[in-house]
Structure formats: C-alpha cells, structure tokens
C-alpha cells in the first residue's frame, strides 16, 4: 500500500489516507462507512495518523489492509458518509511529509560513487573505515516539507544544492536492533530530498564538525509511504530492490542513479543508528545521495551553476513515484 498524509483545505489538520490508482482513500471516513454500512466497527480502531499507526504497525497494516479489501472496488469516489467523500483526486490535496513530525531524522552516506566523488572534491582520499562502519548525521525534523511544497531559499548562501536519496520510516521501535532482522522494522520508502547549501557546508566542515547549518533548513519527503510487499516486482535474484532515480531540475535531466548500488544496506544502517539508542515509531533514516545525485557531484560548473529561486527539482524514484519543488 502507498500511504499519504495529507489535507484538502490549506492550513488545516492532517489526514491520514493512502493511494488507490488516482485517488486518495480517507481511512477514518472509509471505517466510517464500512460501519454504517456494513455493520463492521473493526476498521474505526485503526489510528487516525501514519505516526500512531506506526506504534503497533503489524496490527494497524494488517487492518488497513483488510479496510481496503472491504471497500468498493469501482466508483470509490462516488462514496461518502456525512456529506463527507471517502475518496479524493489526488490531485485535489495538499501533501505533507507521510510523518510530519518524526523525532528523528538520520541522514547516512552509503553510496560509494557520491562518497568518492564528494572527498575528491575536497582533495581527499577514501578513508577504508567507510567500508566497515556505516555513517550518519542527525538532521532537522522540525524543517520537513511534502511534495508540491515551496522550499524557501536559506540567505545568504550563494551555493544551494539539492540530493537525491531514499529514506526508510521505521515501524515499531527499537534499540540495539540486529541487522540480520532489521527488515522487519521497515515499515515503508519514502523520496527524500536532502536539500544542501554547500557554502555553508564546507565553512563548518573545516572544524570537523556537522554538517549542521548548512543542512537544517530543509528537507523534503515524500509524497507516499510505500510498505515493501508494493515492491517486489523491482527486486533482482538476489533479493535486493532495484530503483531507478532519476533529478529534473527545471525539466532538465541532471541525475540517474539506482538504488542497487548502495554499499551499506538500509538493515546496516538500522543495526548502526540503533545501537545503544532507541529508534521511535515514525523516524526517518536516509541513504544518502545516489551517485550523480546532487549538483556538488557533477560539478556547478558542467550544469547551469547551483540553484536558484523559481528553480523546481523533481525526484522521480522507480515505485515511489515523484517528489516535486519549487525554491523561492
């Protein structure tokens, strides 16, 4: 299932819905009408957010699933309860982060083709402990934007990048998770945009420490939540997801790359970030930027120079679909 937190009139509270072809179900409207219709009160203990549901995800999955196979098959959008319609054109909502607000957000560097290009850039070799030991930063959860959103513009920089990854959204919790059983805690994928300003960036870097400011201002997720079982079909013999990413910046192709290519695996970094600490419901862990995956990679000067405002940057990623902003 594709899940969405979203809302059809701005400035409003979030709802909790998922993707069926065009349209976005409402899960509480949709428990509402299975009960009023049907008899069922089942479906009206399913949590009325992404977040909550996360708490308990074996449950809550296993009734949302069994919610939609309740539904009507055809017309869902003709159905309401309350005056209120159980289904909406996606695009007719405003899209949130599927976890608006989670406690964390780790952001990893588990691409090696970005890792290298990236230290070269900086006159630097391949540190041999990268192979061994998968590495992260702690970013803003309180700076998350949903596709469509416009990003600000963070002044002064004069070197705004954007970074095109794939983050997990953790089920359940836990801490000092092995990576042999970490798979269990993946509730879904998720397109995220790690949105860099590297002048402010490379200022910090230079005493060992962060990034910090030149991240924290803005990062991107989104628009679904897409549970694994949606993406067995773009798995290789080995079991391992194949996507392909693609970054359009004002329509123009400036990054390919795949999610195969990834040298620490997501159950590394789940067994790395929850040693000795506690993962919560809802976080979010990043892989980092696939290789060509950002504009400090391939060079400002082989493109059209870093970003600026009215540039709009759409990640597409294979199964996840599209994750699309304007800067202003």
Same mark, same amino acid.
């Given at each position: 299932?594709?899940?969405? &937190?979203?809302? @059809?009139? +701005?400035?409003?509270?979030p709802?909790?819905g998922?993707?069926?072809? %065009?349209?976005?179900?409402?899960? !509480? ?11 069922n ?11 909550r ?7 809550s ?9 309740? !539904? ?5 959008? &003709?159905y309401?309860? $309350?005056?209120? =319609? ?25 691409? +090696?083709?970005?890792?290298k290009?990236?230290?070269?850039? @900086? ?28 990003v600000p513009?963070p ?9 095109? +990854?794939?983050?997990?959204? *953790? ?7 092995s990576k ?26 230079? !005493?060992? !420490? ?17 549970? =694994? %079982? ?12 194949c996507?392909?990413?693609?970054? $359009?910046?004002?329509? +123009? ?11 620490h ?6 067994? @790395? ?7 919560? =419901?809802?976080?979010?862990?990043g ?9 400090l ?19 597409t *990623? ?9 800067v202003?």
């Amino acid at each position: 299932m594709k899940f969405v &937190t979203y809302t @059809r009139v +701005e400035g409003t509270e979030p709802r909790f819905g998922y993707l069926r072809n %065009d349209f976005i179900i409402d899960i !509480l409207y949709a428990a509402i009408y299975i009960n009023e219709n049907h008899g069922n009160s089942e479906y009206l203990s399913i949590p009325t957010s992404l977040t909550r549901a996360l708490e308990n995800w074996d449950g809550s999955f296993e009734k949302l699933k069994n919610l939609d196979r309740s !539904l009507p098959n055809t017309l869902i959008h &003709t159905y309401s309860v $309350h005056g209120k =319609p159980i289904a909406v054109s996606s695009d007719s909502v405003q899209f949130f982060p599927p976890v608006p607000e989670p406690k964390t957000f780790r952001d990893f560097y588990a691409f +090696e083709q970005h890792v290298k290009i990236a230290r070269k850039n @900086r006159g630097l070799k391949m540190n041999p402990v990268w192979y061994d030991l998968p590495v992260f930063y702690f970013s803003n959860p309180t700076a998350l934007f949903g596709h469509n959103d416009n990003v600000p513009y963070p002044e002064p920089t004069q070197a705004l990048d954007y970074e095109l +990854e794939i983050a997990i959204i *953790i089920a359940n919790g836990g801490k000092n998770i092995s990576k042999d059983n970490a798979s269990s805690f993946i509730a879904g994928y998720t397109i995220c945009n790690d949105w860099s300003a590297r002048d402010f960036q490379k200022e910090e870097m230079k !005493l060992n !420490l962060g990034p910090a400011k030149g991240k924290d201002f803005a990062t991107s997720f989104g628009p679904t939540m897409v549970t =694994p %079982d949606e993406l067995e079909d773009f798995t290789d013999s080995n079991g391992e997801l194949c996507l392909r990413m693609t970054c $359009h910046v004002n329509n +123009e192709l400036y990054s390919q790359g795949n999610l195969k290519d990834l040298y620490h695996s997501f159950p590394k970094m789940i067994e @790395r970030a929850s040693q000795n600490a506690q993962l919560l =419901p809802g976080d979010y862990i990043g892989s980092g930027t696939v290789g060509t995956g950002c504009i400090l990679e391939l060079d400002p000067k082989n493109v059209n120079g870093w970003l600026n405002k009215g540039d709009t940057i759409t990640l597409t *990623i294979e199964g996840l679909g599209t994750l699309e902003n304007k800067v202003v």
